[in-house]
């Protein structure tokens, strides 16, 4: 198992579990990531921070910071 920052652009993975607490985990889930949602990796920006992904049918920008907490498996 890898977490999301590990995954590369173009892949298409799922995500297994969401570790940690508090309210970085709620604004995760808040924004649609959630156990077994898929999440595609669109875009890094230049210097690697903020990722581009497409999840439920909608673009978003997640930090690096935030997205080391979502542990993913190849779908």
Do not use: C, H, W
């Amino acid at each position: 198992m890898r977490t999301l920052k590990e995954v590369n652009i173009g892949e298409t993975v799922k995500v297994v579990k969401i570790t940690g607490g508090g309210p970085i985990k709620r604004r995760i889930m808040d924004m649609g990531i959630t156990k077994g949602t898929e999440i595609y990796i669109r875009k890094v920006a230049p210097l690697g921070d903020p990722i581009e992904v497409t999840i439920r049918g909608y673009e978003l920008s997640l930090r690096k910071a935030d997205i080391d907490i979502i542990q993913v498996e190849d779908k």
